[in-house]
Structure formats: structure tokens, C-alpha cells
């Protein structure tokens, strides 16, 4: 579905990514791992467009997509989580699903409503509560809702335990494995390696803005040495 090759970007005169190559199939959830300003978010905002690749291609189901504006990205159906969720605070939770609200691809089973309250059953309880007064798991949620929305065929989440109680974690965790059974691709950034080694089949890790490891996430695991060289703090 996604397949990334010597993706380079740059935030002015400063190189940050130096040859990110990744692929990701239908079903698999790739999570990019690394310590802070290892280059995970920036990876993911170079392939949303978000920052203009500087070199290497990035193709999304068999169509070029690298350089393309975000929101032409979006339309051709990758759908984007920020870190910061970025919510409206002054909408309810069924405005701000709304204003997510795209058309299915054809032959493809439509998100609404229903459907994001039966994934995420706390939003359906407060479908009329505003942005502004949720806790940040709620919005985190309601961030990852209002995606579905626009029906992506593929999904990157940017770091979507970061902050969250455990019990929330838990909730974020069991939803990106109903979405990964229902066959949706999600590549995602997480320093929670708990949380990532519970949804991930793939793990890539970044240090400097390069690819150092590459692999399943049950050879990481099982790699003492990788780790502590790569995620130790």
C-alpha cells in the first residue's frame, strides 16, 4: 500500500531525514521508534506533505504522492494524526466528526458515526460534549475518530499514547487492532515500546534522522543489544 525509498527532508539549510525506506502492506502496522528528535514525526509529516521531501520517493497505491500538497495526500487516502490532535475545542464531539466527514472509495465499507462510537464507546456517551471539555484520552480518541471519518485507506498516528493513562492506552491500543483485523494499514511513531509491541508487526528505528534497524517487532524484542543502543535513554 505505502512503500517509502531514500525519502530525504530538510527544515531550511538543515538536513533532518537522510534515506528513510520503508513499506507497509494491507493489514500491517508499521511503528517507527527512536528517542525525541530522532526524526519519527518529521518522517511522518514528509510523507503527508506537511514538509516538501527533499528527495526520494514516496508512493501510495502505485501512485507517486512525494511533493504532493497535504491536502491532495489526503484526498488520494492517507489520513493523518497529529501528535498535538489539533481538535476544534469549541465543537461537540459530533461536529468535529462531522467536519471530518469525506466519501468512502468506491467499493469500500463507509465510517460514520456509528461506527467511530462503536470503536470508541466513551465518545458516543459524550456525542454532545465540546472539545474543550474532554480529557486529553478523549480527545485522542475523538483525533483518531475524526479521521476514520474522511475513510483513509491507509493511517499514520503520530505518537497516540503519549500522555494517556494506562487505561486509555489500553483503549488506544485495542482500537488499532480492530482496525488492523478490518485490513486498514497504520504506520505509526510511539516511544511507548509497551504499547508498540503490542500492535506492531514491523518496527523501524530512527536515530539522526536515519534508518538504523529494520525488522518484525518480535525479532526487536528479542534484540537486547538494538534496543539499548537505539531506545535507551
Not at 512525494?66 to 488520494?76: I, M, N, S
Not at 511513531?189 to 504499547?195: H, I, P, R, T
Request: aromatic share 4%.
Amino acid at each position: 500500500m505505502l512503500r517509502v525509498e531514500g525519502l530525504e527532508a530538510r527544515y531550511g539549510r538543515a538536513q533532518v531525514l537522510h534515506g528513510i525506506s520503508l513499506s507497509v502492506a494491507a493489514g500491517e502496522v508499521l511503528c517507527l521508534l527512536g528517542r525525541n528528535g530522532a526524526g519519527k514525526s518529521t518522517t511522518m509529516k514528509a510523507i503527508m506533505g506537511l514538509v516538501p521531501p527533499s528527495g526520494g520517493r514516496v508512493v501510495f497505491a502505485g501512485r507517486e504522492i512525494g511533493g504532493l500538497p497535504p491536502h491532495e495526500v489526503a484526498r488520494a487516502g492517507l489520513g493523518y494524526v497529529p501528535e498535538e490532535r489539533r481538535i476544534f475545542t469549541g465543537l461537540t464531539v459530533e461536529e468535529n466528526l462531522e467536519v471530518g466527514r469525506r466519501p468512502a472509495p468506491a467499493g469500500q465499507p463507509a465510517w460514520t458515526a456509528e461506527r467511530v462510537y462503536a470503536l470508541f464507546p466513551v465518545l458516543g456517551d459524550m456525542r454532545k460534549r465540546t472539545g474543550g471539555r474532554m480529557s486529553g484520552g478523549e480527545q485522542q480518541m475523538l483525533a483518531v475518530a475524526r479521521t476514520l471519518m474522511g475513510n483513509p485507506r491507509l493511517l499514520l498516528l503520530d505518537e497516540p499514547s503519549e500522555g494517556l493513562s494506562p487505561l486509555v492506552v489500553q483503549r488506544m491500543a485495542e482500537a488499532v487492532l480492530t482496525l488492523k483485523q478490518d485490513g486498514m494499514p497504520i504506520v505509526l511513531s510511539e516511544q511507548n515500546l509497551g504499547f508498540a509491541a503490542r500492535v506492531a508487526d514491523t518496527a523501524c528505528v530512527i536515530e539522526s534522522g536515519e534508518m538504523r534497524h529494520t525488522g518484525t517487532m518480535a525479532g526487536l524484542l528479542a534484540d537486547a543489544e538494538a534496543r539499548r543502543r537505539y531506545l535507551s535513554v
